[in-house]
């Protein structure tokens, strides 16, 4: 199993980023995928996650209506598109595989990619 997150980098507040983490060595669609994210000095905090079918998505309440999580299971990837970029949102984004969606979380995590810098800065 094999995640490996591409799209970081350094914006400006107000702008816009697409994560994405191509996904291999298992059945991509059997799986919820979710993005996590850790800033310097802070624990790694949940921040979206989709379910195998696309049709449930959860946010954390930071970033809802700001970033969008999809799927395109055709291409075994997943994205994250982070609009309305703040200065907090600064960490390093990390995909993760999971058995599913359950109270609004992302659990039975057993994989993780090697994460992606996001730096929101002027």
């Known amino acids: 199993v094999q995640l490996v997150e591409s799209g970081g980098g350094l914006v400006q507040p107000g702008g816009s980023l697409r994560l994405s983490c191509a996904a291999s060595g298992f059945t991509f669609s059997m799986y919820a995928m979710g993005w996590f994210r850790q800033a310097p000095g802070k624990e790694r905090e949940f921040v979206a996650a989709i379910a195998w079918s696309t049709d449930d998505t959860y946010y954390t309440d930071s970033v809802k209506g700001r970033f969008t999580i999809s799927r395109d299971n055709a291409k075994n990837t997943v994205y994250l598109q982070m609009n309305s970029l703040k200065p907090e949102d600064t960490a390093v984004y990390y995909c993760?595989?999971?058995?599913?969606?359950?109270?609004?979380?992302?659990?039975?995590?057993?994989?993780w990619g090697k994460g992606t810098l996001v730096t929101v800065s002027s």
């Open positions: 993760a595989r999971g058995s599913g969606l359950s109270y609004s979380r992302l659990y039975g995590i057993d994989y």
